[in-house]
């Protein structure tokens, strides 16, 4: 069990139930507002690794590529004072903070996590994770296993890739007090769904025990679902640790590249770590086959009070965003947009770049 603030519950996810996509919407709202010029459209060629690197890292087992997947050498982040809030560090102007006021990395957890495939979503499962304050009885809480309801604002491809990128919205979304988590993602997947990397950020009290933006990592094999920041992941960078705090109200990248056997985590101006391939044994997973970036909410009722995004609805120009998607080695980006509930809305700003979010029912 982890230390005070996590750990509240683990225990394995059961009954998973594969529910079809819903609610579609290709608005074409306006220019997109995020910068694309210094955007690469591919990886650079890798020249291997760099002397005097800014990121030195403990010892690890593979090395990173040489830039980051945006084409940028790694740089050192500005982190603040263990324990520091989200609030504080968007006020300093850091990127990231250690989560416990011990400086204490994270430890992996446990917890309800929804997925997307070309196939369909994640709507429901029985766990035996509680949130810190349990529902009151419901219909679908029976056997003293509640029902975690999962409801997204998607964007996705189909693309071969080595990987993608791209900006989201830090925000401090409220929570309802009987849901397990609000996030913002990047996925990358095999073509049938079943092999996924995951990286965003959470708000989500049983993993990270505060109300606050948290980096999270996350995998998945042969459509099994495993746990947050750990299950296999190997930390590099010092300066960067999955359930490391980060500012709120904040545009940051997030990227997923596949290099020399391992799919390798880069948040802002460093690499955080990687997923080696050995974690798929049964699976060639080195290319992407289908990418997707979504907000997601897992709640306790189908009709949650939790907000997504920063809680204003997809079609308010001051919405929360996923901006500049770009694949490396890839084809033309160009997402299908859509919701699974007219509680959270979605509106297309272009083909890489969408706003998205709600309120929820409340």
């Known amino acids: 069990m982890s230390k005070s603030r996590r750990g509240l519950l683990a225990a394995g996810l059961t009954a998973a139930v594969i529910g079809s996509i819903g609610v ?6 306006g220019a997109e507002q995020i910068p694309e010029s210094t955007v690469p459209a591919v990886a650079p060629a890798d020249p291997g690794p760099a002397d005097g690197a800014a990121q030195a890292g403990p010892p690890a087992e593979q090395a990173p590529p040489t830039n980051l997947p945006w084409g940028q050498r790694p740089k050192k982040l500005q982190t603040g004072r263990d324990g520091a809030s989200s609030r504080s560090l968007k006020a300093a102007g850091l990127d990231a903070a250690a989560p416990d006021v011990t400086g204490e990395e994270a430890e992996e957890e446990y917890a309800p996590k929804g997925r997307s495939s070309r196939a369909g979503v994640l709507r429901t499962e029985r766990t035996d994770v509680v949130p810190p304050e349990p529902p009151s ?14 409801l997204y604002n998607v964007g996705s491809q189909a693309a071969v890739s080595d990987g993608a990128y791209a900006n989201l919205t830090i925000s401090k979304p409220v929570l309802g007090r009987s849901d397990y988590h609000t996030l913002a993602e990047l996925a990358v997947q095999s073509a049938d769904g079943a092999q996924i990397v995951e990286v965003g950020w959470n708000v989500d009290r049983v993993v990270n025990g505060d109300d606050d933006p948290h980096l999270f990592v996350y995998h998945w094999v042969n459509r099994q679902s495993t746990c947050y920041n750990g299950c296999g992941f190997v930390p590099y960078s010092k300066n960067i640790r999955p359930g490391d705090t980060l500012p709120q109200d904040t545009t940051k990248r997030f990227g997923i590249q596949y290099f020399n056997g391992a799919w390798w985590i880069a948040y802002d101006t ?3 770590g990687y997923f080696p391939s050995t974690l798929w044994p049964d699976a060639d997973f080195s290319k992407t086959g289908l990418v997707q970036v979504f907000g997601e909410v897992a709640a306790a009722t189908a009709a949650p009070c939790t907000q997504m995004g920063n809680g204003k609805a997809g079609n308010d120009t001051t919405a929360a965003r996923v901006g500049s998607l770009t694949y490396l080695n890839g084809p033309t980006v160009d997402m299908h947009i859509r919701s699974t509930s007219d509680l959270y809305a979605v509106t297309r700003l272009s083909a890489r770049t969408f706003r998205y979010g709600g309120p929820g029912a409340c």
């Open 270 to 272: 460093e690499w955080v």
């Open 137 to 150: 009885p419901t219909p679908t809480a029976t056997a003293g296993k509640p029902t975690v309801h999962f």
């Open 24 to 29: 579609a919407s290709t608005i074409n709202a």
